[in-house]
């Protein structure tokens, strides 16, 4: 999750932010064209959760010798911070905007929650699963288990997968019959890579290694596996040369914005996604606000793509639809 780590343990949570830059945010008109958002967090409620001014953060240096904070990033204030959600209330606000702004949603987690999302919005909500949960054991579903929630449960991605986490490469050996079962079940993939670690990897995410975010790092699995749809979850950010290579030689692999539109300044954001496009792969770039806890998220991040001037009315909509469309094989629609 870039921008953020979810850290659980034995009875507390932590979230590191990382915001940058401001955007204007969009309202939905009357009749919102559909949009597809590749990248939510079904979860429960995590305690402590303060309001953020997304794209409104910079990185600070720090001194080891002091008490640190469990991130690092300094959240300079702003007009309209967002809300967390209320108590108890996360996925009925994440679903009724999703409803009010036409968007349909791959919503991970474990699959109990996941279920209960799909029950609530079955219109609105494709299933994710991965096969490490998240938790600091990191404990494995079976492969049995993975099957039957791939070919009778109705989940139709598998993901997050956050081996970055654990300092593991996608192409490890270790996970390989995982993503062996993907292939076979022709389910597509959701890897984090690239950025990770809050300011404080060596802290609070020891086993955490940014080299294991590296989008070069999947070749090896590709190379094993070359029917695997990919979807690089962040875009492999801020590796972007690496994640140009990588595009021009798999064109079944797509890169997703989550996390990252909402979590560097806003000069930034727009700069990565633009080289994305300028360099050919505008129809490989796939719209996500890697939702966690804050609802107005996806509104906002809506809006720096709906703003985005160096973007035309073709692509927004390939970014905010048609793309993901075609990964997860749902049925296009003409641009408005």
Request: proline letters at 8%; one cysteine or more.
């Given at each position: 999750?870039?921008?953020?780590?979810?850290?659980?343990?034995?009875?507390?949570?932590?979230?590191?932010?990382?915001?940058?830059?401001?955007?204007?945010?969009?309202?939905?008109?009357?009749?919102?064209?559909?949009?597809?958002?590749?990248?939510?967090?079904?979860?429960?409620?995590?305690?402590?959760?303060?309001?953020?001014?997304?794209?409104?953060?910079?990185?600070?240096?720090?001194?080891?010798?002091t008490k640190e904070a469990p991130?690092?990033?300094?959240?300079?204030?702003?007009?309209?911070?967002?809300?967390?959600?209320?108590?108890?209330?996360?996925?009925?606000?994440?679903?009724?905007?999703?409803?009010?702004?036409?968007?349909?949603?791959?919503?991970?987690?474990?699959?109990?929650?996941?279920?209960?999302?799909?029950?609530?919005?079955?219109?609105?909500?494709?299933?994710?699963?991965?096969?490490?949960?998240?938790?600091?054991?990191?404990?494995?579903?079976?492969?049995?288990?993975?099957?039957?929630?791939?070919?009778?449960?109705?989940?139709?991605?598998?993901?997050?997968?956050?081996?970055?986490?654990?300092?593991?490469?996608?192409?490890?050996?270790?996970?390989?019959?995982?993503?062996?079962?993907?292939?076979?079940?022709?389910?597509?993939?959701?890897?984090?890579?690239?950025?990770?670690?809050?300011?404080?990897?060596?802290?609070?995410?020891?086993?955490?290694?940014?080299?294991?975010?590296?989008?070069?790092?999947?070749?090896g699995l590709l190379a094993r596996?070359?029917?695997l749809r990919v979807q690089v979850?962040?875009?492999?950010?801020?590796?972007?040369?690496?994640?140009?290579?990588?595009?021009?030689?798999?064109?079944?692999?797509?890169?997703?914005?989550?996390?990252?539109?909402?979590?560097?300044?806003?000069?930034?954001?727009?700069?990565?996604?633009?080289?994305?496009?300028?360099?050919?792969?505008?129809?490989?770039?796939?719209?996500?606000?890697?939702?966690?806890?804050?609802?107005?998220?996806?509104?906002?991040?809506?809006?720096?793509?709906?703003?985005?001037?160096?973007?035309?009315?073709?692509?927004?909509?390939?970014?905010?639809?048609?793309?993901?469309?075609?990964?997860?094989?749902?049925?296009?629609?003409?641009?408005?």
């Amino acid at each position: 999750m870039t921008g953020f780590a979810i850290l659980l343990s034995a009875g507390s949570v932590l979230i590191a932010l990382g915001m940058t830059g401001n955007a204007v945010a969009q309202n939905a008109p009357a009749d919102p064209p559909p949009i597809i958002d590749v990248h939510v967090h079904a979860i429960g409620d995590l305690p402590g959760i303060v309001p953020i001014c997304p794209n409104a953060s910079h990185f600070l240096a720090s001194d080891p010798s002091t008490k640190e904070a469990p991130f690092g990033w300094s959240q300079e204030p702003c007009s309209a911070p967002l809300q967390p959600a209320q108590t108890g209330a996360y996925m009925k606000e994440v679903l009724d905007e999703m409803t009010r702004l036409n968007v349909r949603a791959v919503v991970f987690g474990d699959p109990a929650t996941v279920t209960r999302w799909k029950q609530a919005a079955p219109d609105r909500v494709i299933p994710g699963t991965s096969f490490a949960a998240a938790t600091p054991d990191r404990k494995r579903l079976s492969e049995d288990e993975l099957r039957r929630l791939f070919t009778a449960g109705g989940f139709k991605v598998m993901g997050e997968i956050g081996l970055q986490y654990e300092g593991l490469s996608p192409s490890d050996p270790s996970v390989d019959r995982y993503f062996a079962l993907a292939e076979s079940l022709d389910i597509p993939v959701a890897i984090h890579m690239g950025t990770g670690g809050s300011g404080r990897a060596n802290i609070a995410s020891p086993k955490f290694r940014g080299s294991m975010g590296d989008p070069l790092l999947l070749e090896g699995l590709l190379a094993r596996h070359p029917k695997l749809r990919v979807q690089v979850m962040h875009a492999g950010y801020p590796m972007i040369n690496n994640m140009l290579t990588l595009l021009q030689a798999n064109s079944h692999v797509y890169v997703d914005i989550a996390g990252l539109i909402w979590s560097y300044p806003l000069k930034e954001v727009n700069r990565y996604i633009a080289r994305l496009v300028d360099a050919g792969f505008e129809d490989r770039v796939m719209f996500g606000t890697d939702e966690l806890i804050w609802p107005g998220l996806m509104r906002y991040s809506i809006g720096i793509i709906q703003n985005a001037d160096y973007l035309s009315s073709e692509q927004k909509r390939d970014i905010l639809y048609n793309n993901a469309a075609r990964f997860l094989r749902l049925p296009p629609v003409k641009a408005q």
